[in-house]
């Protein structure tokens, strides 16, 4: 069983920068691809970001390309994603998820696990 804890998050004005983690429990964190997805009202989940295991392989929505940085620590089992010039329409709950494989990163319902979600706002 994999348990992912999201933390970070909040309130910021546009332009502004937030990061975001997620802490992975479980002794096979190191060989799982990680995804950042988010979810505005009104709107299906999209993708975001993601990484796998060793770092080689990594994706981002052209939304957030140039803007975004998604990475991951495997010696404290954490993923982030750090955000840089935030707009209005980057509002969003994001989630945090992990899968074993390399399959379809960009479809969220491949993934097995799921963090519990944190509100980022950003403010025009």
């Known amino acids: 069983q994999v348990q992912l804890v999201q933390s970070g998050g909040g309130l910021v004005q546009a332009g502004g920068s937030l990061r975001l983690s997620c802490a992975a429990s479980?002794?096979?964190?190191?060989?799982?691809?990680m995804g950042w997805f988010r979810q505005a009202p009104g709107k299906e989940r999209e993708f975001v970001a993601a990484?796998?295991?060793?770092?080689?392989?990594?994706y981002y929505v052209d939304s957030v390309k140039g803007r975004f940085t998604i990475s991951r620590d495997n010696a404290k089992s954490t993923v982030f994603l750090q955000m840089n010039s935030l707009r209005p329409e980057d509002t969003a709950v994001y989630y945090c998820a992990a899968k074993r494989t390399q399959l379809l990163p960009t479809q969220p319902t491949t993934y097995d696990y799921w963090g519990q979600g944190t509100q980022v706002t950003v403010s025009s």
């Open positions: 990484i796998s295991w060793g770092a080689g392989n990594i």
């Open positions: 479980g002794r096979t964190f190191n060989t799982y691809t």
